[in-house]
């Protein structure tokens, strides 16, 4: 027997022995199971009908009306920043992306996922297929989104199947990646359009890790140091008082504020959920690499402010958390994803981290429901469906997105894992108090 499979199996044996809190309902039985037997049946599937092309599956194509739009941003519409309707023939149909898209690397980084949940060499063989599909990125200098586009594909890549070609490739991404740190304004930079200055987006957040491995891969601390100084910069600039955050900041060369806006949020000051999702992700992150205890104050700050702020009965929030509350608003299941992701581990972090565990579980049980999770053979071929790419721009719209399936694997790995090292997590907590 495989060593993941056995973990697996060893996993679901503990699964009922101890779920989340009594207190609320945990996923039901055999929800991972489930869940592993669809994410697995899609993408494969998936990977088989794209093994010979140079695109990766992203999306499936949505439309709107204008006052659909405008009934949901509260404010007229500014025409020219949406994209144009796709013909109707291609409405719920498959919309692919080149190795250069932001997404590339989260269909790779799901099928690793995937493979260390079951062990199945053949899902192991189409993630080692489409990882190296993305090896040109290794030269991409002109955004932040190398650091999600490899971390998520040769990062999981390093973790289960290591080799040298892979560290060569993630250190390579680091540098580009590096490159674009200004110590002025202590910021990474991450687009290199439109006509802000110097534009930093909570998102950037995310590609930090990739830093921190290469770090870890060379003993150089300058990438980990870049790291921690965006993340003290970000936390110093982009937040509310009440730990919402902006969605971008765009910096003078001096370091002083030059904007805060929002590109995909409803409004300027608004707390667009996947922005709030990538908030706690990234702080969780940057205290679990630097033990600067700052950060996980502020991944505590921002997860507090998730829970009191999202209003939806089933934990999956609307597109923004300020987005109007009615049936026809759309959800972000890819928000969800990721904040369960991150909620799972910061839950390990602190004393009084069940509460995290809890609503990690909820946001899980949900997504792992007919509601949100795919029937096999549906959806495109995408795992959860219900996710909002950036309804301002017309974009994305109540629809599968790569990303979502790839948080989910991932808040799913790390709920098992939970449930493996459950009695040593409560010994740590108890010790810690
Ligand atoms: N990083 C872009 C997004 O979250 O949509």
Known sequence: MKTNSFILSSAFLLIGMCSCNQSVSAPSDGWVENALDVASYQLKQTAMQLKDSTMLPRTTWTGYTLPFLEQQLEHKVNIDSLHANPPEQLLGKLRLCNIYDWTSGFFPGSLWYAYELTGNDSLKAQAILFTNKLNPVRYLKGTHDIGFMINCSYGNALRLAPNDTIKKVLVET???????????????????????????????????????????????????????????????????????????VSYNNDGTIETKQTHQGKNDESAWSRGQGWAVYGYTLCYKESQDSSFLQQALHVADMIIQRNTTADRIPYWDFDAPNTPETPRDASAAAVTASAFIDLSELVPNGQKYLDYACQILQSLSSKDYLAGKGENAGFVLKHSTGSLPHGSEIDTPINYADYYYLEAIKRYLDIQKGGIQHSQNLTANK
């Open 174 to 248: 680091a540098d580009n990646l590096y490159a674009r740190f200004n110590p002025t304004i202590g910021c990474i930079r991450s687009w290199d359009f439109g006509e802000w200055n110097f534009p930093v987006i909570i998102d950037n957040m995310m590609n930090l890790e990739l830093l921190f491995n290469a770090s870890r891969l060379t003993g150089d601390t300058k990438y980990s140091d870049a790291a921690i100084q965006h993340a003290r910069t970000t936390m110093q600039h982009h937040f509310r008082p009440d730990y919402t955050c902006y969605h971008v």
